[in-house]
């Protein structure tokens, strides 16, 4: 069959199922896995003999949908709690990836961004990070301490200060994505400018290393926590400017639903990078290299896994059971 008649054969079912899937207008779960059923041997057909059509994301994405719905009405399962973190959020963060992609783009861009200026104006670094904490920091340099800003205060109240503000920047990139992700754009700017900057000055200073293995030992977590965020900001954003089939209301909605899914999956590691940081940071001028390199690589790999990589087993795990 050709894909064009394949496509209007099916067209009305698949408009159809999306709109009981996004309004959520199946009251029978038995009904929705029939369907289900259909859509998913639709994929596959779709897989086969169109591989590279864009039918087979479109598929792809509304199969994923559908399978949250039958995951959250099944009888049987009771833990809510570990299928939101262990299948519904990967499966989200499968479903809108570019979202991730694109803030991964932007936050590489204007980080480079912040990191140019600082090399090409000696001024650019006091006028982001401030003239107190440059002339503390570089003090702390000549004392052979480079991030000994972050041995201040004691570790709880570290710990706490850090995590709330981390908590207030990434809910504030989410929520300021209803400005159709100018706001989220902004957040994510002001912030890859500072690191971009902060990290040049340390390589000018000549102890760039000394700064990695510390400054990431928390900052793995925390910027990559932030970075998904954005992604939920810009889901938002996107939602209202392009709302598809939909109302731009019921669209907003879907999308303020969805991406607080992804805000509050970012929320352990918010909070591990704050222990890191009040706990584990301080200490790392006394780590070997190893040892600072090695939680580095740990910390990284662990959300890099979780958001990049797990996303896509989820999903060839779901295909290929609703085959079988």
Known sequence: MREVSFIKQNKEKWLSFENAIFNNDFKD???LASQYV???NDLAYAQTYYPKSKVVDYLNQLAAKAYQKIYKTKREDTNRILSFWKTEVPLICYQYRTFIYVAFIIFSTFTFIGAISAANDGEFVR???GDDY?????????AGDPVA???????????????????????????????GGIGTVY???????MLGSFQYFFYEKGVFWESVRGIWIHGSMEIFAIVIEAAAGLLL???ILFPGTHSRFTSFKHGAKTGIKILISTFPFTFSAGFLEGFVTRYSNMMPNWLSVGIIIITLGIISFYYLIYPFQVQKRITKTSHI
């Open 38 to 40: 259909h859509l998913i």
């Open 187 to 193: 957040i994510l700017f002001q912030n890859c400018i």
């Open 237 to 239: 954003g996107a939602s």
């Open 149 to 179: 800003v972050y041995k201040s205060g004691s570790n709880w109240g570290s710990f706490i200060g850090i995590t709330v503000n981390n908590l207030k920047v990434g809910v504030l990139s989410f929520i300021l994505g209803v400005f």
């Open 29 to 31: 779960p038995d009904e």
């Open 134 to 142: 440059v002339n503390q920091t570089m003090v702390n340099i000549e």
């Open 127 to 129: 006028s982001i990070l």
